[in-house]
């Protein structure tokens, strides 16, 4: 939920800071593949989890540090805005990837169902937390700054998928280390 939020969140926001909208709108969308890729090459070196809980934690910073650095150029804020959205959009990725993989297999799908649905709903969240920019300019982006370092760390108590057999019953799931 947190990583859809954070993802549609920054992408909407985007039109809404300094300097030109369109090309503010390019870049944050332009870092995807990059971030795409980067995620592909971290989940096979490392595993599923330990980037996801970097990137989460990565991106949750930089929009929160993104509210702070407001003197001198428009350029340092959206850096790191367009930098909190290369790792949110690697995140997003890879967390779609963890989730089907630490489901039994007997509920792999109602799993999924369930995280997709969960995504959504943050997707549907994402704009109206933006609204609240109209009464603190720097909420919206510390809100999701703040959720997405929570569920990085939330991350880190679930199992590591990596090299294992995948839980095909809840009593794999249980045995299964985290």
């Known amino acids: 939920m947190v990583c859809s939020m954070l993802y549609y969140g920054v ?3 985007s039109v809404d800071m300094a300097g030109n909208r369109y090309l503010n709108f390019l870049l944050m969308h332009v870092v995807e593949f990059p ?3 980067t995620s592909y ?3 096979k070196r490392f595993g599923h989890r330990k980037p996801t809980t970097f990137c989460m934690m990565f991106s949750g910073l930089n929009c929160i540090v993104s509210n702070f650095v407001t003197k001198g150029s428009f350029w340092f804020p959206l850096i790191l805005v367009i930098l ?3 790792g949110i959009a690697a ?3 890879s967390v779609y990837l963890l989730s089907a993989e630490i489901f039994p297999t007997v509920v792999r799908a109602n799993g999924l169902g369930v995280a997709s649905v969960s ?6 969240i994402a704009p ?3 609204q609240l920019s109209a009464y603190i300019k720097w909420l919206p982006l510390s809100i999701y700054g703040v959720l997405s370092v929570m569920s990085g760390m939330l991350l880190l108590l679930l199992p590591e998928p990596k090299d294992k057999d995948l839980p095909q019953t809840f009593e794999d799931l249980e045995n299964w280390e985290t």
Do not use: D, H, Q
């Open 91 to 93: 995140a997003f990725a």
């Open 119 to 124: 995504a959504r709903i943050g997707g549907i």
């Open 35 to 37: 971030s795409m890729v």
């Open 11 to 13: 992408s909407l926001n």
């Open 84 to 86: 909190g959205k290369f």
């Open 41 to 43: 090459y971290l989940c």
């Open 128 to 130: 109206f937390i933006l």
